[in-house]
């Protein structure tokens, strides 16, 4: 067995959305692997509530100087670092800076797109090449970052095998935020005509388009739209719809349709980004021409009307996470990198 390593995830953030999520369940499960992980950054009372019960140490840091602080305070007791989205890459090059002996930098790309894209300033350019190894979560991530990576796929937990009875629920679980399309999701279900045949969708999820989102439901489907607020049992409500929507055109994977595949939930997804990667190849009905909510609805009623595809698509699904979507696999390819770029700086 190789011996453990001394981690350390740094995130600038005090919230607990996808990327923070990404960066707990990877955490914990490189703790019960035998590595020593430290994770900076991410909301103190759930991140660190959920870390602390594995072991996992934590540090709260908001600010890009509150990443740096801590990142200063921990490297020396480290092998490798792990940044997650700009802030924190910044930040690690920054504490690193002037030191004759660090630790390993692997970033992690979690978007479609390049370092400080919108800023204005050239951030890719002016650290990147401080950068040692960097892992996209997908192919379509790795297609647009500009820089090369390792592809190491973003993973769940395999689930039991409970099969509870599945509700006539179309579920949308994702930050109510323009870029997640929700309006779309809205749309496709009313141009499914489901809501006169008993379904409803649900939507589990917060977010500044909340308001507008329920006008939208009103007055396109009236009372068959449920607003779920956040929901820490998601999970669960999985476990009982009876398909995930995903309209989202822009998601480097798509953890959520990752979760739905483990417990068996057929998944209908826009044909975009890490979408495509995770469910080409299953039912045609599975993938929707991005930002056509006729097409989304007609997969939607099709799946809805054939309960035997239905199910054959939520089996192929939980048998795909099973062999390329699983935290095994991820925390493997993870470790990979890490050893080639400790290697590489050790041989600098």
């Given at each position: 067995?190789?011996?453990?390593?001394?981690?350390?995830?740094?995130?600038?953030?005090?919230?607990?959305?996808?990327?923070?999520?990404?960066?707990?369940?990877?955490?914990?499960?490189?703790?019960?692997?035998?590595?020593?992980?430290?994770?900076?950054?991410?909301?103190?009372?759930?991140?660190?509530?959920m870390l602390e019960e594995e072991r996992v140490t934590f540090s709260a840091a908001a600010t890009t100087s509150e990443t740096i602080r801590a990142l200063r305070t921990a490297v020396a007791r480290s092998d490798v670092v792990n940044t997650h989205m700009t802030a924190a890459d910044v930040a690690a090059v920054l504490a690193l800076a002037g030191r004759r002996t660090r630790p390993a930098l692997v970033s992690t790309r979690h978007f479609t797109s390049r370092r400080g894209v919108g800023s204005g300033i050239p951030v890719d350019v002016l650290i990147g090449g401080r950068i040692d190894a960097e892992i996209s979560i997908s192919r379509a991530v790795a297609a647009?970052?500009?820089?090369?990576?390792?592809?190491?796929?973003?993973?769940?937990?395999?689930?039991?095998?409970?099969?509870?009875p599945r509700q006539r629920v179309v579920l949308m679980a994702q930050r109510l935020e323009v870029e997640k399309?929700?309006?779309?999701?809205?749309r496709a279900?009313?141009?499914?005509?489901?809501?006169?045949?008993?379904?409803?969708?649900?939507?589990?999820?917060?977010?500044?388009?909340?308001?507008?989102?329920?006008?939208?439901?009103?007055?396109?489907v009236g009372p068959h739209v449920r607003f779920l607020g956040f929901r820490s049992d998601v999970p669960a409500l999985m476990q009982e719809a009876g398909m995930l929507l995903a309209p989202c055109t822009v998601e480097g994977l798509g953890l959520s349709v990752i979760e739905a595949m483990a417990?068996?939930?057929?998944?209908?997804?826009?044909?975009a980004g890490g979408h495509t990667e995770i469910?080409?190849?299953?039912?045609?009905?599975?993938?929707?021409?991005?930002?056509?909510?006729?097409?989304?609805?007609?997969?939607?009623?099709?799946?809805?009307?054939?309960?035997?595809?239905?199910?054959?698509?939520g089996?192929?699904?939980?048998?795909?996470?099973?062999?390329?979507?699983?935290?095994?696999?991820?925390?493997?390819?993870t470790e990979t990198v890490y050893r080639a770029a400790i290697a590489s700086r050790k041989s600098r």
């Open positions: 067995m190789s011996e453990g390593l001394r981690i350390i995830h740094a995130i600038r953030s005090d919230a607990f959305a996808g990327v923070e999520q990404f960066v707990a369940r990877l955490a914990i499960r490189q703790a019960r692997d035998g590595h020593l992980v430290h994770v900076i950054g991410g909301s103190p009372a759930r991140m660190q509530r647009t970052i500009g820089r090369p990576s390792t592809v190491v796929h973003s993973g769940v937990d395999v689930a039991p095998d409970v099969e509870l399309r929700t309006d779309l999701g809205v279900f009313a141009a499914s005509g489901l809501a006169d045949a008993g379904w409803v969708l649900e939507i589990a999820g917060e977010g500044s388009e909340r308001e507008r989102l329920e006008v939208l439901a009103r007055q396109a417990v068996g939930l057929p998944v209908i997804a826009a044909d469910l080409q190849g299953l039912d045609a009905r599975a993938l929707y021409r991005p930002d056509d909510p006729e097409d989304a609805g007609r997969s939607l009623r099709s799946l809805a009307e054939d309960t035997t595809a239905r199910e054959a698509l089996a192929a699904g939980r048998a795909r996470q099973r062999t390329s979507f699983s935290m095994d696999s991820q925390a493997a390819g």
